[in-house]
């Protein structure tokens, strides 16, 4: 392998390490993780949140919903991915026989 092969693939490994900047500041993205919140403190699922939080930013980014579902509906990095997954598959079912 030569320098530039390798000088290239550290370069793009250090470039996938870093975490991506989601700007969580719209106010659509703002209000969907209130509305998680407040479901939250209702005694609602972190479920209902989630369902609340995907319905309000379901033409964002995978990333940005994510990171909503995180700060509006207390889930873990991991967990979030899970229903994200999920809200995704749930939505693509309601809109099929439509």
Not at 32 to 45: D, T, V
Not at 85 to 98: D, I, Q, T, V
């Amino acid at each position: 392998m030569d320098k530039t092969a390798a000088t290239s693939e550290n370069t793009t490994a250090a470039a996938a390490a870093q975490p991506k900047k989601i700007d969580l500041g719209k106010a659509a993205i703002k209000e969907a993780i209130a509305k998680g919140k407040a479901i939250i403190k209702e005694g609602k699922s972190k479920a209902d949140a989630a369902i609340a939080i995907f319905e309000a930013l379901k033409d964002e980014e995978k990333e940005v919903v994510v990171a909503a579902f995180v700060q509006g509906a207390t889930l873990t990095e991991k967990g979030a991915v899970t229903y994200w997954y999920n809200c995704r598959r749930k939505a693509k079912k309601a809109a099929k026989p439509a």
